[in-house]
């Protein structure tokens, strides 16, 4: 019994080592391609596949977290030549070891459950309005002064892409703020001391404001914008929170590509009314209209890069969904045929065919995760395939909310980019609120523009 005990173990250690230099086998690529991590959604079950023909212990650090083919012990005798089946009990992090013989360690994976989470999907079309916190430098424009162009701004080291936050040590809310200090100050004959954030860095410089003999104004010369103003789609709703996420990109001012700084935001109800159809080299786009504006459907709370966030008022109307569906992890997405919803018409949400075609896998979290291509006649009829204002567009693949389109291919308006919907969860704050209850091509935006 000793001799033939003896002789298994070392059975085992060979064929570990042939494992091991046998690269080109399929038991190397099963066992090289066995993960070092993995996450689990809360009660999700997943098997694990080594096919080796040897007996293990398969040892988890943790009680509570994981089962391993149905115990809730941490030691669990496994035969390797069979599947491995793991269940998920309770949201943490756990290890879990394959031991040969129940002594040699020669797998270790990293668990980590996280909160079962079903949301709605949406597929509105909205309006979004931000106004962001201080105003954003545009550009600069000369001022005519004794005969001659000057630019306080550029002499003051203003650039393009700073946002302007405080004159004289009081906060600008709007556009108006910046142009009645420039007035007092340059009819009072005094420099302002002007704060502005750079590069997530706080500045502050002092500029002089010269009066514009042709316009008759005192100027710093600078264009400014304070507010936003575009079409996006609902991506999705919690009820039970009743947080939302859209767009599932940044939006960003279309001059300096500086993501806007939030200082308050409102989405309100939309309706399409008509397309200008995508072709290569130029994206279409979807044409919308505001209305029913003093009711408003929610606010905004983060503008991230991937999407807009906030609080709902109530449900939202119109969607093909009333109930919550559940959502995949960024690694549970394969290619494969999917469903966008979106709007091509008035308020109707419609479901079309897409196919996903290569999935970026990611442990991080990172835009543009997926690659789409729209296969709906219909829809390819109508718009030509992705079109601006189709940003924020649930993803749907085997029941679940995956992902949500984000961007066009220019030279090939049938495809696009996707995110993985995990991502704008994280940045909604989903997987908290969760764990807590356990006792927004790109949107087409117009931004006014005042010149200071």
Known sequence: MVRNAKLRKWFGFLLVLLLMMGSTSTLFRQFAGFPRELRLVQGEARELRLNMPVPATASVSESGILQVNGSPDTQVPVDLERPVSLRSEAIGQTSLTLKLFGKVPIKHVNVRVVPK?????????????????????????????DGKEVCPAEEADIRVGDYLTALDNRPIRSVRDVAEAVKEAGSSGRSLELTLMRDGKQRKVKIRPVYDKSEQ??????????????????????????FYGALGHVIADMDTGQPI?????????SSVTSIDKGQSGEPGEKRAIFFQEDRVVGNILKNTPFGI????????????????????????????????LTVVEGQKVEAF???????????????KGLIIKVTDRRLLAKTGGIVQGMSGSPILQDGKLVGAVTHVFVNDPTSGYGTHIEWM??????FEKQTADSPVGESACSFPEFVI
């Open 309 to 340: 966030f906030g609080q709902l008022a109530r449900k939202p109307e119109g969607g093909l969904y009333d109930r919550p569906v559940p959502v995949a992890l960024s690694d549970q997405v394969k290619e494969g045929p999917a469903k966008i």
């Open 353 to 367: 065919d897409i196919r996903i075609v290569h999935v970026l896998k990611q442990k991080y979290p990172a835009t």
């Open 117 to 145: 989470i079903e949301v709605i999907p949406g597929g509105q079309s909205i309006g979004v309005k931000l106004r962001s916190s201080g105003v954003l430098v545009v550009g600069h424009h000369a001022v005519q002064a």
């Open 217 to 242: 104004m005192w100027r710093m010369g600078v264009y400014i914008r304070d507010s936003a103003a575009g079409v996006g789609t609902l991506t999705f709703y919690d009820p039970k929170h009743r």
């Open 261 to 269: 700084r939030l200082g308050e935001g409102k989405i309100v109800h």
């Open 425 to 430: 969860l994280r940045d909604a704050g989903a």
